[in-house]
């Protein structure tokens, strides 16, 4: 099974940038679905992006046109390009590589990684 560590994250000030990047330890080209979570403290974890293998992107609506997701099949990695970062952008986020299943994607999982967006 592909498990997935995350990278990047950190402490950033509020309309900064910042890029998160997930290893895979093995082949993602076969991975249907891959995408990233986010859980802020007291707050359900939500899907923030995925794409699949045909290319299919989505993206929660609180960060259309300010985050940026894609995959290197050939580097078996998956990014988040995080622009004009908001302090209600703070969170856990996680990496998930697998398939969806009633809108989630269940498969395997990264141990997450903190962003702190500060005002």
């Known amino acids: 099974q592909v498990q997935p560590v995350e990278s990047g994250g950190g402490l950033v000030q509020a309309g900064g940038s910042s890029r998160l990047s997930c290893k895979a330890t093995?082949?993602?080209?076969?991975?249907?679905?891959m995408g990233w979570y986010r859980q802020a403290p007291g707050k359900q974890r939500e899907l923030v992006a995925s794409?699949?293998?045909?290319?299919?992107?989505n993206y929660q609506d609180s960060v259309k046109g300010r985050f940026t997701i894609s995959r290197d099949n050939a580097k078996n990695t998956l990014d988040l390009q995080m622009d004009s970062l908001k302090p209600e952008d703070t969170a856990v986020y996680s990496c998930?590589?697998?398939?969806?299943?009633?809108?989630?994607?269940?498969?395997?999982w990264g141990q997450g990684i903190q962003v702190t967006v500060s005002p």
């Open positions: 998930a590589l697998g398939a969806f299943l009633l809108g989630h994607i269940i498969g395997s």
């Open positions: 093995g082949n993602i080209s076969s991975i249907r679905a």
């Open positions: 794409i699949t293998t045909n290319g299919t992107i």
